[in-house]
Antibody, heavy 122, light 107 residues
């Protein structure tokens, strides 16, 4: 069965960095695009970033562009989100999620992890 | 960026009711519109993609329609497990923005 397990969340001070990981299993990782989507406490969903199945394309929300970097290691079936210059407003549950259309999201985002909580606070 | 606006933001309904949620895009997105359901403390679940295509395993009481800028999600007969928050998402262009959500509550 498809599993996506995020890790790396925690409490971090503003301006510091954190790297999230998402380990995938139960499907051919190299055939799927992958997204990060976040949800601030009590708020709605905010799309963060996507990486194409082969890593050829990466796109970001304006709110994180220049600070966050999405990457993947297909040999380890693992997705990453490097988060630099963190701000209080980056506090959220971060979900990794699978894109069956390779990264274009034209068939939606069909599997989601359970999320990892990032708290940015001094 | 394309802005997605859902209405209503919240809705009270009873089991057995027919419910419609609307999502409007700030520009035409053809049929690149997806719908998700999220229950408290859980990850979102894909219901509908490409405006009207059913995700595998989704009950047939859920349906989606629309194209261009206006879209709807309809639940034909509400069941107790349907009370949740629903989000639309456009996949026409990056960034793949979500609507603000519609919270469906029990009347």
């Amino acid at each position: 069965q498809v599993q996506l397990v995020e890790s790396g969340g925690g409490v971090v001070q503003p301006g510091r960095s954190l790297r999230l990981s998402c380990t995938a299993s139960g499907f051919t990782f190299t055939s799927y695009g992958m997204h990060w989507v976040r949800q601030a406490p009590g708020k709605g969903l905010e799309w963060v970033a996507v990486i194409w199945y082969d890593g050829s394309n990466k796109y970001y929300a304006d709110s994180v562009k220049g600070r966050f970097t999405i990457s993947r290691d297909n040999s380890k079936n693992t997705l990453y989100l490097q988060m630099n210059s963190l701000r209080v407003e980056d506090t959220a549950v971060y979900y990794c999620a699978r894109d069956p259309a390779g990264g274009s999201s034209s068939a939606g985002i069909d599997y989601w992890g359970q999320g990892t909580l990032v708290i940015v606070s001094s | 960026d394309i802005q997605m606006t859902q209405s209503p933001s919240s809705l009270s309904a009873s089991v057995g009711d027919r419910v419609t949620i609307t999502c409007r895009a700030s520009q035409s997105i053809s049929s690149y519109l997806n719908w998700y359901q999220q229950k408290p403390g859980k990850a979102p679940k894909l219901l509908i993609y490409a405006a009207s295509s059913f995700q595998s395993g989704v009950p047939s009481r859920f349906s989606g329609s629309g194209s261009g800028t206006d879209f709807t999600l309809t639940i034909s007969s509400l069941q107790p497990e349907d009370f949740a928050t629903y989000y639309c998402q456009q996949s026409y262009s990056n960034p793949y923005t979500f609507g603000q959500g519609t919270k469906l509550e029990i009347k």
